[in-house]
Nanobody
């Protein structure tokens, strides 16, 4: 069992920045592909970005050039730096851990609210 604890959400004005953090309770952090998902009211949860243990990253098109995902394997932590935030980025953001060899091992954080509004 892996516990994921997110932090860093909040209210920010359009054009502002926020940094989300997610700490994972596992001794084999490097066996997991880490990701951030988000879910806006009335919409399905969508993938925002992923980072593999070798630091390969992938982003959904709507955040490319504005968001940066990174991980610190020594601290078992994954980050999401969000710049140039837009109102449409408003959502609950969830941290996700997916074991790279056992696809059924998937864990979720509790979610953190990000609201972009003036």
């Amino acid at each position: 069992q892996v516990q994921l604890v997110e932090s860093g959400g909040g209210l920010v004005q359009p054009g502002g920045s926020l940094r989300l953090s997610c700490a994972a309770s596992t001794k084999i952090f490097t066996m997991y592909v880490m990701g951030w998902y988000r879910q806006a009211p009335g919409k399905q949860r969508e993938l925002v970005a992923t980072v593999a243990s070798g630091f390969t990253t992938d982003y959904t098109d709507s955040v490319k050039g504005r968001f940066t995902i990174s991980r610190d394997n020594a601290q078992n932590t994954v980050y999401l730096q969000m710049n140039s935030l837009k109102p449409e980025d408003t959502a609950v953001y969830y941290c996700n851990a997916r074991h790279k060899l056992v696809p059924s091992l998937v864990y979720w954080g509790q979610g953190t609210q990000v609201t972009v509004s003036s």
